[in-house]
């Protein structure tokens, strides 16, 4: 498989699974809110096909994306979302607490900006075990609102920690544009007033991305401090929830259709040969289908579990 059909396969493996999280929402099978990622999708395949395996990743509530392009396992990622046993948090997280240690994606918050300092203190923790792990911290606009923040770019610049921060600018907190919350619209400026090298990317365009995160990885795995990636990307559907919602009245339809047009997985499928596309299409649709019904036939937690792993249980 050549690079493009991997990515390809990659953000049309999430787009059709957050799209299956959409069609099976409304039954009331998936027991948590959910925050898509289409549009967003082409951020984490990019930046993660530029890390490896034993590097680490820390989500937000709108993690499904960042989760399937590290390595999480997609049959416990359904599972959880059906508050099933068989998922990753053994169905207590649901999709805002999405991990896999094993594959590098530590645990998510719903509370914004949380995870910032925590990626933070686990790339102190590499520094002191020396090891040469970088840590990828993802968030959104509207956390750089957060003091969190602030504190978290300060400290890893100062120390030169291996953080990779990458912000997805989807433009909104909710339904509240950048320009209503905060007086200058460059991120990376901010970034850049604690010294830590910026820049802005174009979130749609995985190839380009996946060549600007590895030129930032491999500085930061060489000791030269944290980067900084601001990702220009669009959210196609609502905050939270399985629907569009143009009729909502905080943003037009209009303001979308650039943004259609430039569609990560589009802007991938066009450079396909059709007959290639296709065969990864239904290859991805018979993963899905599996984990589905992996999600489906699992049971729910015995009642007896219900205070298991919520409180440290004395050794
Ligand atoms: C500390 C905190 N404040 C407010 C909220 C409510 N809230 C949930 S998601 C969200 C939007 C955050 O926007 P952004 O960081 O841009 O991420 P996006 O949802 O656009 O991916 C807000 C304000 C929260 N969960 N935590
Ligand atoms: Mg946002």
Same mark, same amino acid.
């Given at each position: 498989?050549?690079?493009?059909?991997?990515?390809?396969?990659?953000?049309? %493996?999430?787009? %059709?699974?957050?799209?299956?999280?959409?069609? !099976? &929402?409304?039954?009331?099978?998936?027991?948590?809110? !959910?925050?898509?990622?289409?549009?967003?999708?082409?951020?984490?395949? @990019?930046?993660?096909?530029?890390? *490896?395996?034993?590097?680490?990743?820390?989500?937000?509530?709108?993690?499904?994306?960042?989760?399937?392009?590290? @390595?999480?396992?997609?049959?416990?990622?359904? $599972? /959880?979302? &059906?508050?099933?046993?068989?998922?990753?948090? *053994?169905?207590?997280?649901? #999709?805002?607490?999405?991990?896999?240690?094993?594959?590098?994606?530590?645990?998510?918050?719903?509370?914004?900006?949380?995870?910032?300092?925590?990626?933070?203190?686990?790339?102190?923790? =590499? %520094?002191?075990?020396?090891?040469?792990?970088?840590?990828?911290?993802?968030?959104?606009?509207?956390?750089?609102?957060?003091?969190?923040?602030? /504190?978290?770019?300060?400290?890893?610049?100062?120390?030169?920690?291996? !953080?990779? +921060?990458?912000?997805?600018?989807? +433009?909104?907190?909710?339904?509240?544009? =950048?320009?209503?919350?905060?007086?200058?619209?460059?991120?990376?400026?901010? $970034?850049? #007033?604690?010294?830590?090298?910026?820049?802005?990317?174009?979130?749609?365009?995985?190839?380009?991305?996946? $060549? %600007?995160? =590895?030129?930032?990885?491999?500085?930061?795995?060489?000791?030269? @401090?944290?980067?900084?990636?601001?990702?220009?990307?669009?959210?196609? *559907?609502?905050?939270?929830?399985?629907?569009?919602?143009?009729?909502?009245?905080?943003?037009?339809?209009?303001?979308? /259709?650039?943004?259609?047009?430039?569609?990560?997985?589009?802007?991938? @499928?066009?450079?396909?040969?059709?007959?290639? *596309?296709?065969?990864?299409?239904?290859?991805?649709?018979?993963?899905?289908?599996? $984990?589905?019904?992996?999600? /489906?036939?699992?049971?729910?937690?015995?009642?007896?579990?219900?205070?298991?792993?919520?409180?440290?249980?004395?050794?």
């Amino acid at each position: 498989m050549n690079q493009t059909e991997v990515f390809y396969r990659q953000v049309l %493996r999430i787009r %059709r699974v957050e799209e299956e999280v959409a069609r !099976v &929402y409304p039954t009331d099978k998936i027991k948590s809110p !959910v925050h898509l990622s289409i549009g967003q999708e082409g951020v984490s395949v @990019g930046i993660c096909a530029a890390l *490896r395996k034993t590097d680490v990743v820390c989500p937000t509530y709108r993690g499904h994306a960042l989760y399937l392009a590290k @390595g999480g396992d997609l049959n416990a990622m359904i $599972a /959880e979302l &059906y508050g099933k046993v068989t998922g990753c948090t *053994r169905g207590k997280g649901g #999709s805002m607490h999405l991990i896999d240690v094993a594959a590098g994606v530590l645990g998510a918050s719903a509370i914004v900006g949380t995870t910032i300092p925590l990626a933070v203190g686990y790339a102190y923790a =590499q %520094r002191v075990k020396k090891t040469d792990t970088v840590v990828a911290s993802f968030f959104g606009d509207g956390a750089v609102d957060e003091g969190a923040f602030h /504190e978290s770019m300060n400290f890893a610049a100062l120390h030169k920690l291996p !953080v990779l +921060f990458v912000c997805e600018n989807n +433009f909104y907190s909710i339904h509240s544009p =950048q320009l209503a919350r905060q007086p200058h619209a460059n991120l990376c400026d901010r $970034a850049s #007033s604690y010294g830590v090298k910026s820049e802005q990317l174009d979130g749609c365009d995985v190839p380009e991305l996946y $060549a %600007r995160a =590895q030129a930032a990885v491999e500085s930061v795995r060489a000791g030269d @401090g944290p980067r900084f990636l601001e990702c220009m990307t669009y959210r196609f *559907r609502e905050h939270v929830g399985p629907n569009e919602d143009f009729h909502a009245g905080y943003r037009s339809r209009e303001e979308a /259709e650039p943004w259609f047009a430039r569609d990560p997985l589009r802007l991938l @499928g066009q450079r396909l040969d059709p007959i290639v *596309r296709t065969r990864i299409e239904a290859e991805v649709e018979l993963e899905i289908a599996d $984990a589905f019904a992996f999600a /489906e036939s699992s049971p729910f937690p015995p009642s007896e579990e219900l205070l298991a792993d919520v409180y440290l249980e004395a050794q």
